[in-house]
């Protein structure tokens, strides 16, 4: 009797494998962030630091002697998207540490719908009416999420909150917008660039030694190997769907910071989560079904 084998037979299945596995692996990333205590600036370089590095020296280890030649590719094709790039973890930091992490993590869910959005001019992919619809009830779940923080109190946290979900969905289109140059090597020197900007600006001398190590293995395991995973699995599967997979630390992320600092969900931020996940879920299921159907299609029409 053979053992049932759950090891993916196709490129499309390994993607989801790698994203998924990616997901997990990321889901720490907001406790980290909560726990650091120093500056902003100086958090924003750590990370990138450590994570840079990481996957820079995966890049390395892909392309061998070809690593330069895809370096030149990558700062010529996408070096305008590195300087885009460095906004949005200033944004993410700033935004955990004035609103909730389940309300950030609650926005942060928009991001698959919005990838598709951006999809439509970057990579020229078809917006349907499935996703016009899920996008409008999505943004009620956004402003039942962001009344509860107290947006008047609090616009800035907002503002950064949302921009940290378009940040990722725009990332997730590149990589797949640019799958002839290495993802480890593009989200590497995005990282390193920040790394680089952010370096006279951070304030190493009152940096505790905890921070430096809670910043740099939160830059080299955490979000290092998430972003290693993520970007093999975006080059075989559609922007929208690499960042369902990170929808994984919207989930488990909250529970990681409330077994961590205690920190609970107000009301609202459940109210509107709920919607926001449930929005992902019926649009993920009919996205599923369509391609389905679309592969039958064509196997009947052959």
């Known amino acids: 009797m053979k053992m049932f084998n759950i090891w993916p037979k196709t490129a499309h299945g390994?993607?989801?494998?790698?994203?998924?596995?990616?997901?997990?692996?990321?889901?720490?990333?907001?406790?980290?962030?909560?726990l650091g205590k120093s500056d902003v600036v100086t958090m924003v370089n750590l990370r990138a630091m450590g994570a840079g590095l990481m996957l820079l020296l995966a890049a390395r280890w892909e392309l061998g002697h070809d690593f330069m030649n895809q370096s030149k590719m990558a700062i010529k094709q996408m070096g305008y998207y590195c300087v885009l790039y460095a906004l949005g973890p200033f944004a993410l930091?700033?935004?955990?540490?004035?609103?909730?992490?389940?309300?950030?993590?609650?926005?942060g869910a928009s991001?698959?719908?919005?990838a598709s959005f951006f999809a439509v001019f970057i990579i020229k992919q078809k917006l349907n009416r499935l996703n016009v619809w899920a996008m409008g009830i999505m943004f009620i779940g956004i402003f039942i999420v962001a009344f509860n923080e107290n947006p008047l109190e609090k616009p800035l946290a907002i503002l950064t909150t949302i921009f940290v979900a378009m940040h990722f969905a725009l990332?997730?289109?590149m990589v797949k917008k640019y799958q002839h140059i290495n993802p480890c090597l593009f989200l590497g020197l995005c990282f390193i660039f920040l790394a680089i900007v952010t370096m006279p600006f951070a304030d190493y001398k009152n940096t505790p030694t905890s921070d430096w190590w809670i910043m740099l293995t939160n830059g080299v395991v955490v979000v290092g190997l998430c972003f290693y995973f993520m970007g093999k699995a975006g080059k075989h599967i559609r922007p929208e769907e690499s960042i369902m997979l990170l929808m994984i630390e919207n989930i488990v992320g909250p529970l990681i910071v409330f077994w961590g600092v205690g920190q609970v969900p107000s009301i609202g931020t459940i109210y509107g989560g709920i919607i926001i996940l449930a929005v992902m879920s019926f649009w993920t299921i009919a996205k599923v079904k369509?391609?389905?159907?679309?592969?039958?299609?064509?196997?009947i029409n052959n």
């Open 111 to 114: 991001s698959p719908l919005l």
């Open 171 to 173: 990332l997730f289109v």
């Open 290 to 299: 369509n391609r389905h159907k679309h592969i039958e299609n064509n196997i």
């Open 93 to 107: 930091i700033y935004s955990y540490k004035h609103i909730s992490a389940a309300s950030v993590l609650a926005i």
């Open 14 to 34: 390994w993607a989801l494998f790698y994203g998924f596995l990616g997901a997990f692996i990321g889901t720490p990333d907001a406790l980290m962030l909560i």
